[in-house]
């Protein structure tokens, strides 16, 4: 069990106006059961909602855990990560606490080893610290020792939802929309570079991490708790994720083989293995065989992370000097 | 004048096989050699390792097996001809982004003429994901040879 702070409703101690201040953000409800101040956060199970997070001497309202989906698959609590709001702001945030796991996953058939590190993703908040494409937070110590992040939550979507929410064709997103989703990529993939110049990764590049902010349009990556170590390649991994965001964005989604082969046979028909994808075997990347009216130029792009690619892109900069170029044309 | 060789080792076959070659074509020969075997780790991140002392730990198993490896690639060189007192040993660690980038600021700082490196077979998927050191030396290597053995 959690140790539980000083404070506990009806031992005396709680600060004036905290009450009043969880009615206003956290409802009436809220105070049906006793206030639980809370300091220490190595049993996340313990806490629940309602509780009250004391952290570097502000409060935080838990309203729930988060979530998160692997495209198709039913969405997993992720009981580490907390919903909360600050009692005096209003403001929404994100408390993350300690979880350390390391497994393994596959990217095809190849085999990487990950770790969660809260110690790496409180790094990376510092060094982004006022980036506008990143997350915004810090990382607080607790009294127990662990490091717990205390994020902003970002109002928006995930790139890959407000794509899918397009009541389009290819042809017209492509005529009227991609140019905008490639330009604003750009700087969204710069921020990728400023990490690795840094010597960080991001760790785990998906198109919903990813978040589009509602009030300004603005495109912020999230969840960098994730590491890997590569000596080899050390950011080869975060380039495959861009390749796979920028594939996505100019196709209006994935496009599998199974997928051609069902409702494009004739496309199916001319597909050969260097359209696809090296890792993962069924995406294909040389999307001018579904599309014929993407340019070569951009195609080109695309080829890079396919299995006819015979150099790829090694940093982010030589990706990121290709798409410019196409963009600028 | 002394040719200088960087030989860059690790613990697979074809590093092996590169000493191999390299004895092959320096070991008989009138012209003097220096042949350095390297291995470079480059430095973990703490963050990946459960226990404090994790990334000490993946240093000293590293050094443990590289002695061997080095003992072996030594007495392949010597085997070849090459005398003791022109074969070195250099464990290198380094905060350089890879172990391409760390072969080639050894060799520029050494003043290698030559630089050595197996090349493995790969799948493309690993080569996607992995890199190649063989591929990233050739593209950046300057002012030295560069060998890649097969």
């Not at chain 1, 790139?159 to 042809?171: K, N, Q, S, Y």
């Not at chain 1, 760790?203 to 590569?230: C, M, N, P, S």
């Not at chain 1, 790829?312 to 196409?326: A, G, P, Q, T």
Request: glycine residues 8%; hydrophobic residues 40%; charged residues 25%.
């Amino acid at each position: 069990m959690a140790d539980v702070a000083a404070h506990q409703e009806g031992a005396g101690h709680l600060p004036a106006g905290l009450r009043e201040k969880v009615a206003q953000h956290g409802g009436e409800y809220a105070l049906e059961r006793p206030l639980r101040v809370l300091t220490e956060t190595a049993d996340f199970f313990e806490v629940v909602p309602y509780d009250i997070m004391l952290l570097a001497g502000r409060y935080y309202l838990i309203r729930g855990h988060e979530y998160e989906g692997r495209f198709g698959l039913e969405e997993t609590p992720k009981y580490w990560v907390k919903r909360a709001v600050d009692l005096e702001t209003g403001e929404r945030k994100i408390l993350k606490f300690v979880f350390h796991e390391s497994f393994t996953d596959k990217l095809g058939a190849v085999t990487i080893r990950y770790v969660r590190s809260p110690e790496k993703e409180a790094r990376v908040l510092d060094l982004v610290r006022g980036h506008p494409y990143f997350m915004q937070g810090f990382a607080v110590i607790d009294p127990g020792g662990n490091n717990v992040r205390v994020l902003d939550r970002i109002p928006g979507k995930p790139l890959d939802h407000v794509i899918e929410g397009l009541a389009l064709g290819h042809e017209e997103y492509f005529h009227t929309r991609l140019p905008d989703f490639l330009s604003a990529l750009v700087p969204v993939f710069e921020a990728i570079g400023f990490l690795h110049a840094a010597g960080e990764k991001h760790g785990d590049i998906r198109r919903d991490h990813i978040l589009v902010e509602h009030a300004t349009g603005t495109y912020k990556w999230i969840d960098f708790d994730l590491d890997y170590f590569q000596p080899e390649h050390p950011y080869g991994v975060d380039i495959f994720g861009l390749g796979n965001v920028l594939l996505y964005v100019a196709g209006m989604g994935i496009h599998t083989i199974s997928d051609l082969y069902h409702e494009r046979p004739e496309v199916f028909e001319r597909l050969r293995e260097e359209d696809t994808s090296p890792v993962l075997r069924h995406r294909v990347c040389n999307l001018r065989k579904i599309f014929p009216y993407l340019p070569v130029e951009l195609n080109n792009i695309l080829l890079h992370f396919s299995m006819g690619a015979d150099v790829f892109y090694d940093s982010v900069d030589e990706l990121l000097y290709d798409l410019r170029d196409y963009l600028a044309r | 004048m002394v040719e200088t060789i960087l030989l860059a080792m690790d613990e697979s076959e074809n590093a092996l096989r590169a000493a191999r070659y390299v004895g092959r074509i320096v070991g008989g020969s009138r012209k003097s050699f220096e042949v350095t075997l390297a291995y470079v780790l480059v430095r973990p991140s703490p963050d990946l390792f459960e226990e404090p002392e994790g990334a000490k730990k993946y240093e000293q198993e590293a050094r443990a097996k590289m002695e061997a490896v080095f003992a072996q690639a030594a007495a392949v060189l010597q085997e070849a001809g090459l005398s003791a007192e022109n074969i070195r040993t250099r464990f290198i660690v380094t905060d350089e982004p890879g172990i391409a980038q760390g072969l080639l600021a050894e060799q520029k700082a050494g003043r290698y003429g030559t630089l050595v490196v197996g090349r493995r077979g790969v799948t493309k998927a690993e080569e996607f994901l992995f890199g190649s050191v063989s591929n990233k030396i050739i593209h950046h290597a300057k002012d030295c040879a560069v060998w890649v053995v097969e």
